[in-house]
């Protein structure tokens, strides 16, 4: 509790000026600029949104704590299984950038950036960066393309839209990222619109940029290496998603086949057993692979009846996995899928010579 005391007006007069001086030092301009600049600081950060984990980590290394970052995909989520959610929607509505991968690749996130009224950049960085991509018939991430509203989606980007003969349409192949030399292709895009946007912080994209080209390079030389010590007649990939003719077009090998039917946790029809087993006796593999988000005994299944073996370690088809994770960053996720192929098919990996990561 505090007590006040009756002073003679000689005493409050000086007491007066003493609170007055008082009051000025402790309101200092300098005091009251940094409270403001940190203030301005915080909210004059950009909004940016990034639909996937390969763009968010890319985004996260090269801008971060430059802007405020929103990921629509869980590091480590199947983009089969996503879902939009209202808080999805204002993240894009309220965003000062939206950046997603494009080649309809997570369909209704284009259908989210496509039928926006945010007049913010919406950058489709996968087809900025990789002009020219693989083809492939019916590519398994447009199994949405036939629900209400991707139509228009697919139209915005020139995908074909007819999905009666889907399969016999070649589409581009969105799994640009699994070659390190298209990863540096997308981090020029990312920087550059990181750039645009927040231009007092392009000195900090452009370094930044500068580390990730030079590691993924000496990644994609790594790579290369690593994958010479596999007998040649084993360079064949066996998957359960047709996701890797980016990384066999890049580095020597083929594409023997593609597990259809096995993402995330379905059950492989015993009717398609027989088919799938005759598909990998004659692709003549010593192994085929898993995926981190596919059903591990429908693949055992398939290679105990095949008389192959599974790879050890699944493979990261859509991404890294989050911080904290053993598959942390994107540079991380080329050098473990590197290992776990070259391994697997006979070959002798040696992660320790591969270019430091984060």
């Known amino acids: 509790m505090q007590h006040f005391l009756y002073r003679p007006a000689q005493a409050w007069k000086w007491t007066a000026i003493a609170l007055i001086v008082t009051l000025a030092t402790s309101c200092t301009p300098t005091s009251s600029t940094s409270g403001e600049a940190a203030s301005s600081t915080q909210e004059d950060r950009p909004d940016v949104v990034a639909s996937s984990s390969v763009v968010c980590d890319l985004v996260q290394q090269l801008a971060q704590d430059t802007i405020q970052l929103t990921c629509l995909i869980d590091p480590g989520q199947d983009p089969h299984t996503y879902e939009p959610t ?170 023997g086949g593609t597990l259809s039917g096995l993402s995330t946790s379905e059950e492989v029809a015993a009717g398609n057993l027989t088919d799938l087993v005759d598909e990998v006796k004659s692709a003549g593999v010593p192994a085929i692979f898993a995926e981190a988000t596919t059903n591990p005994k429908s693949i055992e299944a398939i290679a105990r009846n095949a008389g192959v073996t599974v790879a050890p370690q699944p493979l990261y088809v859509e991404g890294p996995t989050g911080p904290n994770t053993a598959v942390d960053h994107y540079q991380t996720m080329l050098v473990t899928n590197t290992c776990t192929i070259v391994n697997a098919l006979g070959g002798t990996c040696k992660p320790e010579d591969a270019p430091a990561v984060p």
């Open 86 to 255: 209202p808080s999805d929607r204002r993240a894009i509505d309220d965003a000062d950038l939206i950046l997603y991968e494009g080649y309809n690749y997570a369909p209704d996130i284009i259908r989210l950036v496509t039928s926006t009224t945010n007049s913010a950049p919406k950058v489709a960085v996968y087809e900025e960066a990789v002009p020219k991509p693989l083809m492939g018939q019916g590519h398994d991430h447009e199994h949405e393309a036939d629900e209400p509203g991707h139509a228009e989606a697919e139209d915005e980007h020139g995908h074909e839209t007819d999905t009666a003969n889907a399969g016999d349409v070649e589409t581009p192949d969105p799994h640009v990222w699994h070659d390190a030399e298209n990863g540096v292709a997308i981090v020029k895009v990312l920087e550059e619109n990181l750039a645009a946007i927040a231009p007092t912080h392009a000195a900090q994209y452009e370094a930044n940029a500068a580390k990730l080209t030079e590691q993924l390079s000496g990644i994609h030389t790594w790579i290369k290496a690593q994958v010479s010590t596999v007998p040649p007649a084993n360079r064949k990939l066996v998957t359960p998603h047709d996701a890797f003719h980016y990384f066999a077009a890049a580095y020597g090998f083929s594409v």
